[in-house]
T-cell receptor, first 118, second 114 residues
Framework: GAVVSQHPSRVICKSGTSVKIECRSL??????MFWYRQFPKKSLMLMAT?????????EQGVEKDKFLINHASLTLSTLTVTSAHPEDSSFYIC??????????????FGPGTRLLVL | AQSVTQLDSHVSVSEGTPVLLRCNYS??????LFWYVQHPNKGLQLLLK??????LVKGINGFEAEFKKSETSFHLTKPSAHMSDAAEYFC????????????FGAGTRLFVKA
């Protein structure tokens, strides 16, 4: 159990367009979902945390108008990169937790989405 | 404040020999600690976690880690490396006191030689 999917797995887009990435928990209800960004050969950087039905909490330095997060249901969250630019190219990974934000809560990670902005 | 330091950016071992991936943490509160593994172009998979129960934690694929509060360490070990263990490993500290926070270490790349 605890399978998380992301779609698409990779996307190439032109500069100035918007890209939507979906994150789904397939066999459990995700009270909390997280979005991370990973640069090549680097660690994961938490971008934002969201709970179903409420606004996402963004980490310092992450533009909320640039990276729109919607947590529409207990099994789906979307990240929209608006007006994408080449510097937004990265590996975006979501994770889901069964519990509310809790230190003991295990995060189950999706396979990631590779975004390349030309 | 919280932080996590993975002491080695790369570790290389021969197949069949022990693996040691080192992690030190700093936390003002009682943290939970996790080890995740990431294979190339894949998501992260949980290996094991410590949440204030037994200090020696056994995980999947023969990995285990010991929480040592006095040394603020949570090193990951495996008695015998397998070729399939070659991957990136992340130590993670999480706390929900003083505001929820999850911090990833920089990662350790494990190479396994035949």
């Amino acid at each position: 159990g605890a399978v998380v999917s992301q779609h698409p797995s990779r996307v190439i887009c032109k500069s100035g367009t918007s890209v939507k990435i979906e994150c789904r928990s397939l066999d459990f209800q995700a009270t909390t979902m997280f979005w991370y960004r990973q640069f090549p050969k680097k660690s994961l950087m938490l971008m934002a945390t969201s709970n179903e039905g409420s606004k996402a909490t963004y980490e310092q330095g992450v533009e909320k108008d640039k990276f729109l997060i919607n947590h529409a249901s207990l099994t789906l969250s979307t990240l929209t990169v608006t007006s994408a630019h080449p510097e937004d190219s990265s590996f975006y990974i979501c994770s889901c937790s069964r519990t509310a934000q809790s230190r003991a809560g295990t995060q189950y990670f999706g396979p990631g989405t590779r975004l390349l902005v030309l | 404040a919280q932080s996590v330091t993975q002491l080695d950016s790369h570790v290389s071992v021969s197949e069949g020999t022990p693996v040691l991936l080192r992690c030190n943490y700093s936390s003002s509160y009682s943290p939970s600690l996790f080890w995740y593994v990431q294979h190339p172009n894949k998501g992260l998979q949980l290996l094991l976690k410590y949440t204030s129960a037994a200090t020696l934690v056994k995980g999947i694929n023969g990995f285990e880690a010991e929480f040592k509060k006095s040394e603020t360490s949570f090193h990951l070990t495996k008695p015998s490396a397998h070729m399939s263990d070659a991957a990136e490993y992340f130590c993670v500290v999480s706390s929900d006191t003083g505001g929820f926070k999850t911090i990833f270490g920089a990662g350790t790349r494990l190479f396994v030689k035949a």
